[in-house]
């Protein structure tokens, strides 16, 4: 963008009504990045309306009936990103031409929708690595109902059949195909989606919400202010950078927008469009920040349709997009969607490096409810749900490699990003340990671990010295017998009773215990599928111990309904917990 372009948008705004501060000045603050400074405490730049390009002008200047189209579409600035790519096709006759000509263009605005697919392949493992792909297809959607609605009478650029040809040929593109097509196009070619994309990032990049212009004068359309997310763009505002600190406000009387700043310290100039983290940053803009405390890590959770309204009733709020973004290019439909249908490729939630949202954490322990657990969220669910979400937390950090990124032009808006999405990963881990931490200690008395029975219950740590070889807790763990001596132990408790003679001193057999595997046993009708699974196992594990250890393994009853039985009620009453995977106990019931 030269000095000459910039100072050509200046005085066609200023011909046109606009009212800038004599203290502002725009400069080049980088290559291909233009700002503003000021000398002054409070700068003031009014922009009249008539040079906002807004959703009414789309409409007008297209010259052909919209109604398909906005009817259509799930995105209601569909004609404006079409207007916006036309009048850049024929930008000497448009009205719009100072403002174009200081667009700026794909490659200047650096988001990864236009990067090198070798830059791309560094953010694998990252939600935007996994949804930049999906999200073009989607936008691919949204151009091609676009264009192939367009009638005959409309001029269309010479390429315009080859552009249609793309649609169904584009599924097949490997990346470097899809790069080549989009930086090889013109702007000429207005119905192309290459040009189609441009003007979605100018969108996403610069555009205002339309609903800014409610208390401007009448001669605001109706269609300008049908949704909150109709979008305008404001010429000379949109050139100033954007900053989360800087103190500003938007108003909107008579026939201007207003942007007024309030102590911006006499340097440069910034505008403020709200909390934005490094992934909206990246796509919009190309660049991310260091230490941005606004950044979030996205997690989608996949729930059944028929549990939503379960888990609206124990208080769990779902989340709405509007929650974390005030974008006013989303794919938001026009029509309030069923109830549930928005939740149906899964729940999202987004977590921040001070925040693991209370409802994430709620969905987790309700989708580990078991068949005991009714409208009651249970101890066992609390620390079940806190491990199934560390895990998935936990895996989702370990797919981030941020010391092999390899990028010859983005290496370090790279490395910010993954350093920031793996940092908020570490610290709801530690959130999340904390938070179990804090149960086990507060119902301590509540939880039974096997390295607590292994010291208690002396008979049973010797019995499994004679048919194991088992000499510590440890060897437990080493030896990866934990499910099995689990098993063993459950059972045992079950027939507490046949036990009498044993040095009460030298066993440990909560009845707790005993009358849980007395209801599942209740419970449990055994089918001859099952008896056939656990046939091996307990010819294997019980029979070898009824001869080894008959004092222990051959009192009560040890067949295979025990086994099947106790297995179920480990189910039932345990959380495993861990990178260890083990497994406590939990008196709830």
């Known amino acids: 963008m030269t000095a000459q372009k910039i100072n050509t948008l200046l005085d066609w705004a200023k011909e046109n009504g606009a009212q800038i501060s004599d203290d502002v000045q725009f400069v080049p603050i980088a290559k291909n990045n233009v700002g503003a400074t000021s000398t002054s405490q409070a700068s003031s730049i009014k922009v009249p309306t008539k040079i906002i390009m807004k959703l009414s002008d789309a409409i007008s200047g297209l010259g052909f009936d919209t109604s398909d189209i906005m009817a259509k579409q799930r995105n209601v600035n569909c004609p404006l990103k079409l207007f916006l790519a036309k009048e850049r096709a024929a930008v000497s006759d448009s009205f719009y031409r100072p403002y174009i000509e200081t667009l700026p263009t794909m490659a200047q605005i650096n988001s990864p929708y236009v990067w090198l697919p070798e830059d791309n392949k560094n953010l694998q493992g990252t939600n935007l690595g996994s949804s930049l792909r999906e999200n073009i297809v989607l936008l691919v959607e949204e151009w091609w109902l676009a264009i192939s609605l367009l009638p005959e009478s409309v001029p269309k650029p010479e390429a315009h059949f080859l552009n249609m040809k793309f649609y169904y040929e584009h599924k097949f593109y490997e990346d470097s195909q899809m790069y080549g097509y989009v930086h090889g196009d013109t702007a000429e070619n207005w119905t192309s989606f290459p040009a189609y994309l441009w003007a979605s990032m100018i969108l996403k990049s610069r555009s205002f919400p339309s609903a800014l212009l409610k208390d401007a004068s009448l001669e605001i359309s109706e269609i300008d202010l049908c949704q909150d997310d ?25 026939n201007f927008f207003q942007f007024q700043s309030h102590r911006n310290g006499g340097l440069e100039l910034f505008n403020n469009y709200g909390r934005k983290g490094n992934e909206e940053l990246l796509l919009a803009y190309g660049f991310c920040l ?97 491990n199934h979400l560390r895990q998935a937390v936990e895996s989702k ?43 086990l200690a507060d119902h301590k008395s509540n939880v039974t671990t096997l390295k607590s029975i292994y010291k208690k219950d002396v008979k049973f740590a010797q019995s499994l010295l004679v048919t194991m070889g088992v000499t510590s807790y440890e060897d437990i763990v080493d030896q990866e017998l934990m499910d099995q001596v689990w098993l063993l132990y459950l059972i045992r408790c079950f027939n507490k009773e046949a036990y009498s003679d044993e040095d009460p001193e030298e066993q440990y057999l909560p009845g707790w215990i005993h009358d849980a595997f007395v209801r599942m046993d209740a419970e449990v009708e055994m089918v001859a599928a099952e008896v056939v699974q656990f046939q091996g196992l307990y010819e294997n594990l ?10 222990i393994y051959n009192k009560g009853k040890w067949t295979v309904r025990e086994l099947i039985v106790s297995t179920k009620l480990l189910d039932t009453i345990s959380f495993v917990r861990g990178k260890k995977q083990e497994c406590l106990l939990v008196n709830d019931f």
Do not use: C
């Open 542 to 551: 019980i029979l070898p111990m009824n001869k080894a250890v008959p004092e």
């Open 230 to 254: 109709v979008a305008m763009l404001i010429p000379v505002v949109d050139l100033l950078n954007h900053s989360p600190q800087a103190d500003v406000t938007w108003t909107a009387s008579g």
């Open 397 to 439: 950090a370990a797919l981030i490699n941020v010391n092999n990124v390899k990028s010859q032009h983005n290496e370090t808006t790279i490395r910010t990003y993954l350093r920031s999405q793996k940092a908020i990963l570490q610290a709801a881990v530690s959130d999340i340990k904390h938070r179990e931490s804090a149960l």
């Open 290 to 386: 260091d230490n941005n405390a606004a950044d979030t890590v996205a997690l989608k959770i996949k729930v059944p349709e028929q549990m939503l309204p379960e888990l609206e009733s124990h208080g769990v709020s779902l989340p709405q997009i509007s929650d974390y973004t005030t974008s006013v290019v989303s794919n938001q439909s026009q029509s309030d969607p069923a109830p549930y249908d928005q939740y149906r490729d899964g729940l999202l939630f987004f977590i921040a490096k001070d925040r693991v949202p209370e409802d994430l954490v709620r969905v987790f322990q309700w989708l580990v409810k078991g068949p005991w657990e009714g409208s009651k969220l249970t101890l066992r669910m609390q620390l079940s749900g806190l």
